[in-house]
């Protein structure tokens, strides 16, 4: 089957105040009775939740851009530069000022939407995103297709192997970290797609490395490497995802985060899934900018040939696809948006 790709921001949106009834069935009712809600609320609460939340849809250009956000305003447009002339990042957020649920919120609307885009194409190809913290760079699909494919090929792809993850320099939950630190399978992949995909050594993040986090996620003690499953940035057809995000939110260990529980998924199905060991795709600034200069980060704002605003990887060289804002890097990613809006407009 011919993968079918559309862009498309999908956000929370509530629909209690208007009083329109959600169009779709619970989500209970899609996945089965299997999911586990100690973690944050009982089923009950969990259900009345999802009765009160819907998704809005937008296109901008052609692979769909997936992200839950109850916070921004309405209506909302991703950060950033659009990918094209054509192309609209804005939504209708309607979800403005509705409590945010913990990450059970971003992954049960992600997989409801999941399952429900894999009934109409198994194919259709996906980015799942943070929304609060992320912000487009400027590039558009064939520079997304290029990496992505690369990525893949560098990291010996066989026929199962369709999902790129991002990758960050911190563990996080810190007792994981071994886990990918001292596993052959992954550090060996991590070299060969830093150096045939960007011909980059494996310590290239040692420049970028000021680590002011101690405590959370703080930097391996030596051998430093940007080399850690982060779950803020997750590509693939929905057909691949669907099992993915099945096990983060209905599996894993009781009470354990989202990303404890991709990380889990990821460790016992290494053929199936990789990460952006380069950050050619997205660049998660955790411990890479905090406490130093702006100017000394990582990414910076040019101005291409058409005097259109870009973000840059001063790693990679390249256009600096998503940028995401994870642990403290947020305030570098806030800074970034921020110019780009005022470059652009488009926030």
């Not at 899609?30 to 609320?41: A, I, K, Q």
Request: glycine share 10%; with cysteine; aromatic share 10%.
């Amino acid at each position: 089957m011919v993968v079918r790709t559309a862009l498309v921001l999908v956000f929370v949106s509530s629909l209690c105040e208007q009083g329109l009834a959600l169009q779709s069935s619970p989500l209970k009712d899609d996945l089965g009775n299997d999911v586990d809600n100690t973690d944050e609320s009982s089923d009950d609460v969990m259900l009345e939740m999802y009765a009160r939340y819907r998704t809005g849809v937008r296109h901008i250009g052609n692979i769909n851009i997936v992200t839950v956000e109850t916070r921004a305003g309405d209506p909302m447009k991703l950060p950033g530069r659009n990918a094209g002339v054509h192309a609209d990042t804005s939504v209708n957020n309607v979800g403005v000022g509705e409590p945010w649920k913990y990450y059970r919120t971003k992954n049960g609307l992600m997989l409801k939407w999941i399952n429900e885009t894999f009934q109409k194409d198994p194919g259709t190809m996906a980015i799942m995103i943070d929304g609060g913290d992320m912000v487009f760079g400027g590039c558009d699909e064939g520079f997304l297709w290029w990496k992505y494919g690369q990525i893949l090929k560098a990291s010996g792809a066989g026929p199962n192997m369709k999902i790129v993850m991002s990758a960050e320099l911190a563990s996080f939950p810190i007792e994981m970290g071994w886990r990918f630190r001292e596993n052959t399978t992954w550090e060996q992949r991590r070299s060969a797609v830093n150096k045939q995909v960007e011909n980059l050594p494996d310590d290239w993040v040692l420049p970028y490395t000021p680590c002011s986090d101690k405590m959370f996620a703080p930097c391996d003690s030596e051998n430093m490497a940007y080399r850690y499953p982060n779950w803020g940035w997750v590509m693939g057809p929905v057909r691949d995802l669907l099992p993915l995000f099945e096990f983060v939110y209905n599996k894993g260990i009781k009470g354990s985060m989202d990303q404890s529980r991709a990380q889990w998924w990821m460790l016992s199905h290494p053929d199936r899934v990789t990460l952006d060991y380069a950050g050619s795709l997205v660049l998660s600034t955790h411990q890479m900018a905090h406490g130093r200069p702006e100017s000394a980060g990582p990414l910076e704002i040019k101005m291409d040939k058409r005097n259109q605003p870009f973000i840059l990887n001063k790693i990679t060289k390249q256009l600096c696809c998503f940028a995401h804002g994870n642990g403290n890097g947020e305030a570098l990613i806030g800074s970034l948006s921020r110019q780009m809006n005022n470059l652009t407009g488009a926030v």
